[in-house]
Structures are given as C-alpha cells and as structure tokens.
C-alpha cells in the first residue's frame, strides 16, 4: 500500500519550527545548570570564585574558613602542613584583595581579618595593613585591630611599622569597649616589630606633661603611651630619650612611668651615666628646674595662696635622690664616687636615699663606709619613699653587700639605739633580721645578745627582742650548724623542698645569704642551675642577687643565661613563674649595663 506524505502548511511548519529550536535552547540551558550544579563544592576555587559577588560573597567567605581550619585540624596547626599549605596557596591571595577592595559589612571584613591574622601569611599584609589604617578610636572593628596587630606582630611585618605606630598614637585605652585588652596586643606588636624610625614620636608621647592624676580616664591613656614608649626607648637604646627618661624619673606626676623609664636607662646603659650624674650634681639646669616644677604639682597651697615652705625645700633637692637610684641601678661602678660625694652635701632625706642605693654598685671598702656612715647619722624617725621608715629600709639594703662585717656593727648600732620607744622598736627588730640573715657560725654569739635583749612591748609587758623571731633563729643556727663555711652544703639546703614553702622559707632565704657571704663568682652558674627547684619567690630573688652581687663587671653570657629562664616561663604562660622571675629583668639590664 502506497503511504501517502502530507505537506505541512507554512503556519504550521514555522511552529513546529520554533518549538524545536525552543526545546533546543531549554536543553542547552538545563545542560548549563547540570554543570554549574556539579560544580565542587570541596574545592576552594569554587568559592573563590563566589568571593566577588556581594551576594555569595559572605558565604564564601564562610566555607573558605572552613577549608582553612579543618586543614589547621588535620595537620595539628602546622601551617607548612601538607594539608594548610596548599589551602593557603589558593584562599590568602583573593581574601587579602576582597578585604582591600572594601565594601564588606562589619562581619564578613572580621571573618577575613581573623582568617588573615591566624593564616600569619605575609601575602594577606595589605589588608593586615588597611586595618591599622583605617581603626579610629571608639570607631568599632576593636577586633579586627586585634587580630592585625597579633598577625603583623607575630611576622614582624616592616611594612605595618607605619600604621602601628598610627594606632598607637590613635589608640585610648580609657575609651574601648568591646575588646578593652587591645592595647596590650598594640604594645607587643610594637615590642616585635621595633622601629628605630619611631624614635621621635616616642619621644614625643614621653615628653608629654600630666597636669592632673584625678582625671583617671586621661591618666590611664597617658600610662599606656608613656609606659610603652619608655620600654620601647630602652629596647632601642636610644641616647636622644636619656634626658626625657631622667625627667619621668623625677616627676611624681609620672609615678606610674618611673620603674619602666629607669629599667630603660638600664637598657641604655653607659650612655645614660654622665647625664644622669650632671643631674646629681645639681649641674643640668633644665632638668633641676623641671623637677622643681613638678614636686610642686599637686601641692596644696597655704593661706597665702603658696605651696609650703617645706614643699618647696624638698622640690629643690628632690632630682638628687631621682638621680640616685637611676645610677645605682645601671649599676656602673663609675657612680660611687660621685654618689659618695654627693651623699656629704645631702640633707638628711636624699642623703639616706643614696645611702640605700649604694647597695646596688659593686662593693668596695669605700661605699661600706659611706654607707655605715650615713646609716647613723640617719635619724630614727625619717621616712624614705615610699613611706617606710628610713632606717629599716637601710638594713634591708645593708644585707645585700653579702659582707659578714655588717653583723657585729649592725648589732652595735642597734644596742646603741636612743630614743623613743616606737620609732626604735621597728629599727631594732629589722636589725635582728638583718644580722640573723649575715651572721657566720662564729658570729651567732654576738646576734645572741641582740636576740635576747630586753624589750617592753606595746602591750607594757616585759619580753625579749627574740620572741617574734623565734622560729626563723631557730631555723638560722640550725643551718649555721649543719653547714658552716661550706658553700656547697648552702647550696643544696637551698634547693630543699623545705626551703621553697612558705612557713619553712627562711632556710632557703639564709642559705641563699650564705652563698653570697662564703661564694665566689663561679657559685652563679650553680645558682642558675638549680633556678628550676628554687620555686619560692623570696629564695629566687636573694639567689639571683648573689649572681649580681658576683658580677661587678657585668657578665653578657649570664645575663643571656638568666634572659632564657624569664622567655621560658613566658612563653610557658605559667603565671607563678613570670611573676617569681619579675626581679630577674633588672639584674639582666644591669649586667648588661656593666659589661658595656
């Protein structure tokens, strides 16, 4: 049978014609879909390629994190790992250039932020670098400056030295809110990085005058740049901040920069003594009549409108004593003529400051002397900053020549004593301690004397000078007995259990002393050595002034060897052990200082 072909009418064939050619367009079309559709979601160029559409962008934003963090998981935070390096290689480029371009909201920029400081990638730099830039002060993004300072910190970034320093200046600790620690990140990050090029504007900060320490919220703003600055001036060893440190030595508006301004004197070392010593001489008018300016800040005036008599004499020697403990404490034996000398012009007050600061320079029959001297021509009932009666402090200084010498005179002196009864009471006990800390084995019958004295107590009753010391005594002749003039027998005594707890602690402060009396310079290497049993505050700080004390000259290797233990512990973050090593950064930047 013949089929018979039916022609379509034009109509119907233009029809037929675009509905091919639509199901043709609808197949390449959901062609098209199945392949954005099979696209890997667990390969990172999928979203980076996302990461400029603002649309996808916060999302992408999200996964590449993840990428990020699962792989810091896989390689246990090893960012050289086989797993984080490739991730790295792919994400930090576009999310550094998606942070610079801008136009983010606030928690997409901190997710990027985070990801670029934790990355610690120096590609990811610009936008380390924007963020420093760009924080203002009660500005928000406290977070995101956060996290750029720990990153450029933690790269040593040169390139952020700039903004860092414009954070600083910009930064008010008074006013942060949601991340009120951020100053400490700003100040470690600069104590990283370490710009020379910043030198000025340091300067600048330090110099800058507080007129009133009511006002708490200037005050702590101003800490912050002044305390930062001095310790910054100090690592730098800059010899243009001698003279503005000095002057926030001196000024008791400045009480707060004072320990950090002379620890950077330290620092400065030799550069600092001529300076220091013009001031001590009354010789550098400038900064005499700066210091007189300042000790008169906060005065209260009189009935005629005037700070009082008595005010205005002490500001006028106040620089002396000022300058005092900054040479005592560099440590240089160069000062203790001068100081020496200047002690013979003194009026009773700077006269017993210096006093207590000779104790600090290297020891000589000449500052025994001197110190002997001025100890008792010091009257009973003077009070020496910051408040203690100046007598008392003076022994406390007098133990640390290490000199056993001291205990028959300090015995004498304290049976001498005559007075009223509350302003020798205190002497005569700190006395006991005193000689009870030097004393040899063949001494113990002279303290004996000053231990079984006669006293009246506040209560009226009739006691001896002993009974309140009874058991720290006990515990020294004990030692004395079982030790007598044998180092090593100190020694290991010292790094007892028994020495390191607290109501036992006396037998390691007085071995720690015997060291110091019986030793000779090759004990510090010992003493250094056993530093990880001597867990007891009080032990650590008389043993680490026996190593001063046998380090007239200074000594660079044992300071290297003390600076270990303080980085150790610091970076342990242990906290018992940063704060027994706190005494340990002074004698480091003295012997330093020495060694110059």
Not at 474 to 501: I, N
Request: with cysteine; charged share 25%.
């Amino acid at each position: 049978m013949s089929r018979t072909v039916r022609t379509l009418p034009p109509t119907l064939l233009m029809l037929r014609s675009l509905l091919i050619g639509a199901v043709t367009v609808s197949g390449v079309a959901v062609a098209g879909s199945a392949l954005v559709s099979c696209a890997d979601e667990n390969d990172p160029e999928t979203h980076v390629s996302k990461l400029k559409d603002p649309g996808t962008r916060p999302q992408a934003v999200n996964r590449l994190v993840q990428f990020f963090e699962d792989a810091m998981t896989k390689d246990n935070k090893n960012r050289e790992g086989p797993a984080v390096k490739p991730i790295l290689d792919k994400i930090v480029g576009p999310m550094n250039d998606t942070c610079v371009a801008g136009d983010l909201d606030e928690r997409t920029q901190s997710k990027i932020v985070k990801f670029l400081s934790d990355a610690r990638d120096p590609r990811g730099e610009a936008c380390l670098v924007k963020v420093l830039k760009d924080f203002k002060p009660e500005g928000g993004a406290e977070e995101d400056a956060r996290w750029a300072a720990r990153a450029v910190g933690a790269m040593k970034l040169k390139g952020a030295s700039g903004p860092l320093m414009e954070t600083f200046i910009k930064l008010r600790p008074s006013k942060l809110k949601k991340v009120p620690e951020l100053y400490r990140d700003v100040r470690d990050a600069m104590v990283a990085l370490l710009d020379p090029a910043w030198e000025s504007q340091l300067i600048e900060r330090l110099n800058r005058p507080i007129n009133d320490r009511k006002d708490v919220g200037n005050l702590k703003d101003e800490m912050f740049w002044q305390i930062t600055s001095a310790e910054l001036l100090g690592m730098l060893k800059s010899n243009n901040a001698v003279k503005p440190l000095i002057k926030a030595v001196i000024s008791p508006m400045k009480a707060d920069v004072a320990a950090t301004a002379v620890n950077a004197l330290i620092k400065i070392g030799k550069p600092a003594i001529a300076p220091t010593l013009a001031v001590l001489k009354s010789e550098d008018k400038e900064i005499i009549e700066y210091s007189k300016v300042e000790n008169l800040k906060g005065v209260q005036p009189g009935t005629d409108n005037k700070p009082p008599a008595s005010a205005v004499k002490a500001a006028e020697t106040a620089h002396v004593g000022a300058a005092a403990i900054i040479l005592a404490t560099i440590g240089r034996g160069e000062a203790a003529g001068p100081m020496i000398e200047a002690m013979d012009k003194s009026d009773d007050l700077s006269r017993a400051i210096i006093a207590r600061e000779l104790a600090k320079l290297p020891g000589s029959a000449e500052t025994v002397k001197a110190f002997q001297s001025a100890f008792e021509k010091t009257p009973l009932s003077l009070s020496i900053p910051p408040g203690a009666g100046a007598r008392e402090s003076l022994l406390e200084s007098a133990v640390t020549f290490f000199d056993p010498s001291f205990t028959p005179w300090i015995v004498r002196t304290a049976q001498g004593m005559k007075g009223e009864e509350s302003d020798i009471a205190p002497i005569r006990e700190a006395s006991l301690l005193a000689s009870a800390k030097l004393m040899t084995a063949d001494q113990i019958g002279v303290v004996d004397g000053l231990y079984n004295a006669k006293v009246t107590g506040a209560d009226g009753k009739s006691g001896t000078l002993g009974k309140g010391f009874e058991k720290e005594y006990k515990v020294a002749k004990d030692l004395l007995a079982a030790c007598g003039d044998k180092v090593e027998c100190y020694l290991a005594k010292l790094a007892e259990p028994a020495s390191q707890a607290e109501e036992t602690q006396f037998q390691g402060i007085k071995s720690a002393y015997m060291v110091g009396v019986l030793g000779s310079p090759d004990v510090r290497k010992k003493l250094i050595d056993l530093m990880p049993k001597l867990s007891n505050a009080a032990v650590r700080f008389v043993a680490v002034s026996v190593i001063d004390h046998f380090s007239p000259k200074g000594d660079k290797a044992i300071a290297d060897q003390l600076q270990k233990i303080v980085d150790d512990a610091e970076s342990s973050k242990d906290a018992n052990k940063m704060t027994n090593n706190a005494p340990f950064k002074t004698i480091i930047y003295r012997l330093n200082a020495r060694a110059q």
